[in-house]
Structures are given as structure tokens and as C-alpha cells.
């Protein structure tokens, strides 16, 4: 069971447009989200992310917006750079019943790639 | 650079042996978490351990064990490996376990059994 996805496996931009990156989660119970860019050979680098009481985070060139009645999220970049290009991950976590915000639920990650 | 450091990089072992991967947090933080990532699986919660003590726990297999210590470096014992125990071992840290502390990883440890 799949609780956090990406649907798109892949994406190609060109530098200085836009970025938008989807996430779907199917646990009402998770409240709060995150985003992961990925470098080969290096583990996951922290982006932004959002808790379930906002509907939008800004940081710089990146934005989190959160629909909780779609259990959507998506992270734009704007404007997209070369150095930008990584796999992208969205992950999902809880508190509810005893667990942790540490235990995050990951999904399978979208490859952007963005042209000079 | 994060600041989690694991050790060692690359591992590669024979089915059936037992290998202990090892993990430094970042300056500060309390908490540390073991990550697995699988080609089939993707990035899959082991377990957290938060000042010395268990504080949750994922899928993590019975053959599988860690802990943290008291100056807050932790490790992770894998034994009786299998083939399907080849994976990238993430270890990451935060200051607390709230929603406001971000995880930050460290680059991985990849663990090939043959």
C-alpha cells in the first residue's frame, strides 16, 4: 500500500521557467510534509516543507503548496536551474498514535532534469 | 555536507554474515534515524532512536538491530544477511522528533551482498 505518490517518474524543463512537482497521499492522519532533492552518491537533502495547518510555504525559489481535501501537495520552482536538476522526493509524517514525525513515509521520487 | 556521517561507504559481504554500519549525527541533535532504500522498495523507515532510548519503529526484520549510544553516534547490526539485504543504508538526525525538525541524512552506506 502506497501511501505517498508520485506519479510522475519524470520531468523536463527548460532553465528559468517553472517547476512543478506532484505528490498525492492517501493517510488523512498524516500532518506534515516534506521535500527531499537528491544528488547521486549523496543522501537526501532537506528542501522545505509544510505543515497541515498552512496551505502554502515559501523559501526562496521554492514554494509547498498543501490541498488537504485533494491530499495533494506539489513543490514549484521558480525559476528553475540547471543545478536544480536531482531527484526530487516527497515524504509524509505523523504523529498521531504514538509514532513520530521522524518516521517519514516516502514516495518512489520524480527526475528533473532542467536544460540550459 | 550534512554533518551525518556514516561509515563505511561501500560494503560488500557473503550471505550469512553479520556487518555493523555506523552513524554520526549531526553536532546537537538527539535523534537518529535508519533509512533503507531498495530499488523495489525506495526509501524505507527502519527505525529512530532519540538520546539513547528506542522511539519508534518501522518494518524493520527481526535479524536486524541497533542502538544508540551515549555520546549519541548509533549503529546498525545486520546479520544472517541475505541477497535481498543489498540495499543503500541512510542515516539521518534532528534535533528533536517534532514536526519542526527536519531530517538531515547522511550519503549512505551501500551494503552488497553476494
New interface residues.
Given amino acids: 500500500d502506497q501511501q505517498v505518490k508520485q506519479n510522475s517518474p519524470s520531468l523536463s524543463v527548460q532553465e528559468g521557467r517553472i517547476s512543478i512537482l506532484n505528490c498525492d497521499y492517501t493517510n488523512s492522519m498524516f500532518?506534515?510534509f516534506?521535500w527531499?532533492k537528491k544528488y547521486p552518491?549523496?543522501?537526501?537533502?532537506?528542501l522545505i516543507?509544510i505543515?497541515s495547518i498552512k496551505d502554502k510555504n515559501e523559501d526562496g525559489r521554492f514554494t509547498v503548496f498543501l490541498n488537504k481535501s485533494a491530499k495533494h501537495l506539489s513543490l514549484h520552482i521558480v525559476p528553475s536551474q540547471p543545478g536544480d536538476s536531482a531527484v526530487y522526493?516527497c515524504?509524509a509524517?505523523s504523529?498521531a498514535g504514538g509514532?513520530?514525525?521522524?518516521?517519514?513515509?516516502?514516495?518512489?521520487?520524480t527526475i528533473l532534469t532542467v536544460h540550459p | 555536507d550534512s554533518g551525518v556521517t556514516q561509515t563505511p561507504k561501500h560494503l560488500i559481504t557473503a550471505t550469512g554474515q553479520r556487518v555493523t554500519l555506523r552513524c554520526s549525527p549531526r553536532s546537537g541533535d538527539l535523534s537518529v534515524y535508519w533509512y533503507q532504500q531498495s530499488l523495489d522498495q525506495g526509501l524505507q523507515f527502519l527505525i529512530q532512536y532519540y538520546n539513547g532510548e528506542e522511539r519508534a519503529k518501522g518494518n524493520i526484520l527481526e535479524r536486524f538491530s541497533a542502538q544508540q549510544f551515549p555520546d549519541l553516534h548509533s549503529e546498525l547490526n545486520l546479520s544472517s544477511l541475505e541477497l535481498g539485504d543489498s540495499a543503500l543504508y541512510f542515516c539521518a538526525s534532528s534535533r528533536g522528533t517534532g514536526g519542526n525538525s527536519p531530517l538531515h541524512f547522511g550519503n549512505g552506506t551501500r551494503l552488497t551482498v553476494t
Fill in positions: 500532518d506534515y516534506l527531499y552518491a549523496e543522501g537526501p537533502t532537506f516543507s505543515s522526493f515524504a509524517s504523529n509514532t513520530s514525525y521522524g518516521k517519514l513515509t516516502f514516495g518512489q521520487g
